[in-house]
Nanobody
Framework: QVQLVESGGRLVQAGDSLRLSCAASGRTFINYAWAWFRQAPGKEREFVIALSRSTANTYYSDSVKGRFTISRDNDKNTVYLQMNGLQLEDTAVYFC??????????????????WGQGTQVTVSS
């Protein structure tokens, strides 16, 4: 059974850094493209950042460019979201997603066929 499990979300202060992890099990995700999405209360799920299958290309939403990075550890079958300079607007449930449907990257949630359950990140002032 394929499973993605996010962890690392917690309450932090504005300006802090936080790293989220997404551990995959059930298969090897080396040949998958990855992404993180987030959903704030009362809002729709939005794209945050994506990593191409080869890890050569990263695509950022404008709101996190320069602050967030995505990386992958193939040995651990884990993807990370490093978040620096957290802002109040970053408060949301963060979801990791994986797909074998593309070789590049996509901000379209419909392109991803595996999803985690989400981890809550709360940024306070």
């Amino acid at each position: 059974q394929v499973q993605l499990v996010e962890s690392g979300g917690r309450l932090v202060q504005a300006g802090d850094s936080l790293r989220l992890s997404c551990a995959a099990s059930g298969r090897t995700f080396i040949n998958y493209a990855w992404a993180w999405f987030r959903q704030a209360p009362g809002k729709e799920r939005e794209f945050v950042i994506a990593l191409s299958r080869s890890t050569a290309n990263t695509y950022y939403s404008d709101s996190v460019k320069g602050r967030f990075t995505i990386s992958r550890d193939n040995d651990k079958n884990t993807v990370y979201l490093q978040m620096n300079g957290l802002q109040l607007e970053d408060t949301a449930v963060y979801f990791c997603a994986a797909t074998s449907r593309i070789t590049g990257y996509s901000a379209n949630a419909n392109m991803y066929n595996y999803w985690g359950q989400g981890t809550q990140v709360t940024v306070s002032s």
